[in-house]
Each structure stands twice: as C-alpha cells, then as structure tokens.
Antibody
Framework: QVQLVQSGAEVKKPGASVKVSCEASGYTFTDYAMHWVRQAPGQRLEWMGWINAGNGNTKYSQNFQGRVTITRDTSASTAYMELSRLRSEDTAVYYC?????????????????WGQGTLVTVSS | DIVMTQSPDSLAVSLGERATINCKSSQSVLHSSNNKNYLAWYQQKPGQPPNLLIYWASTRESGVPDRFSGSGSGTDFTLTISSLQAEDVAVYYCQQYYTTPLTFGGGTKVEIK
C-alpha cells in the first residue's frame, strides 16, 4: 500500500536548521509530487511547498521563501524538507503529503496520503 | 491568497443525527475550463494526520462511508455527515487547490452531544 514514513521528532534552538525526511513506498516515487504542510499548535494547516519528484523542480509558499528547501533522493524514494533560521513560531508538526502530477507536471491538487508527521520543537 | 473560512468552529451532534460544516472561500474556486470546484475535505483525528474524504467538492474518496457528502459551488461549500457515528469525532478541514498557495480552512471540531 502507498505509505509515507517520516523521520523522528526534533528539538532545535532558535537560529538553527532542521531537516525532515519522508520515505515513500508502494508507488513509483518519480511519478508524483511531494508537498510539505505544517500544523502549529492552535493554527490552521499551512502549505509550505512542493517538489516534482521526477525532475526536482520546486515551488515554495511566499511565507517560507528563503528559509525552506525541499529536495529529493530518487534512489531512496525519499523527500526532504529543510527549514533554516528557526524561531519559536516554527514549533509545529510537519507533514509530507503526496500530490498529483500529469505527464510530469504538478497539478495543484488534494493531498493523499500524508506522512505520520514530525514534531519540530524550537526552544532555547 | 485565497482565504478559507469554516463555520462553526465546533459543533456537538447526537449520535445518528446530521452534522453540517460550512466552508467559504474568499474567491471562487470554480474553474471555468472544466466546470470543477477545486475544493477538498479532510478528517483529522487526534494524533493522526489529515485523511482525505472528498475532492472536486463532492467526489468521495474510495473507502469513505457514504454518510459523508460534499456539496456547493463557487465560494460556498458544505460537508454533511448524514448520521453521525462515534468514530466521526474529529476535526474537519476544507482546502482549496484552485491556486497556490494551497490554503486550508481553520477547522471544525465535531463532538458527540
């Protein structure tokens, strides 16, 4: 079955960076997009960006431009999200979620499935 | 950005009764090229990631019970649970995929009365 398995919880200090991984199985990794969405305590779900797992092209939300980098390793069927210059407001659960591509082009679409989530805590 | 506004923030419904959740977008998410509404609904239970229920505003994902239904067009949408079951206790979110940034509603918490 299609499954996304994320790396474990992280605790970081303000100003540091964090890199979260998302290993995909059960489908052809390069045929789909991978999105990253975060959920801060008491806040709504927030889309961070996507990567075309086939060619590596990315698109980021303006809210994270310059701080987020999404990459992938096709040999490992794994996507990564790195967030830099962390601040306390970045404390959240970070999710990867599969998106749709058609003929190699990402379609803005729904997310299915989602990874189990990775809690990132930013605290001095 | 398209702002998604859900109402109510929470509701308590008796088992077997109907639950209705509303979602309003700040601009239309109906695409004129294919007459489809770019709107999805998710269910999130405590400690779990969101789970896709409905896409294209009214198409149920495979395996989703038929007591869940979506309706609406343009800027106003509704998720209806026709007969609430105990396992439906969760937070429900709408999401637009008409344009980036992809955006979500604030969520509606459904509880048992």
């Amino acid at each position: 079955q299609v499954q996304l398995v994320q790396s474990g919880a992280e605790v970081k200090k303000p100003g540091a960076s964090v890199k979260v991984s998302c290993e995909a199985s059960g489908y052809t990794f390069t045929d789909y997009a991978m999105h990253w969405v975060r959920q801060a305590p008491g806040q709504r779900l927030e889309w961070m960006g996507w990567i075309n797992a086939g060619n590596g092209n990315t698109k980021y939300s303006q809210n994270f431009q310059g701080r987020v980098t999404i990459t992938r390793d096709t040999s490992a069927s794994t996507a990564y999200m790195e967030l830099s210059r962390l601040r306390s407001e970045d404390t959240a659960v970070y999710y990867c979620a599969r998106g749709t591509m058609v003929r190699g082009v990402i379609l803005p679409n729904w997310f299915d499935p989602w990874g189990q989530g990775t809690l990132v805590t930013v605290s001095s | 950005d398209i702002v998604m506004t859900q109402s109510p923030d929470s509701l308590a419904v008796s088992l077997g009764e109907r639950a209705t959740i509303n979602c309003k977008s700040s601009q239309s998410v109906l695409h004129s090229s294919n007459n489809k509404n770019y709107l999805a609904w998710y269910q999130q239970k405590p400690g779990q990631p969101p789970n896709l229920l409905i896409y294209w505003a009214s198409t149920r994902e495979s395996g989703v019970p038929d007591r869940f239904s979506g309706s609406g067009s343009g800027t106003d949408f509704t998720l209806t649970i026709s007969s609430l079951q105990a396992e439906d206790v969760a937070v429900y979110y709408c999401q637009q995929y008409y344009t980036t940034p992809l955006t979500f509603g604030g969520g509606t918490k459904v509880e048992i009365k």
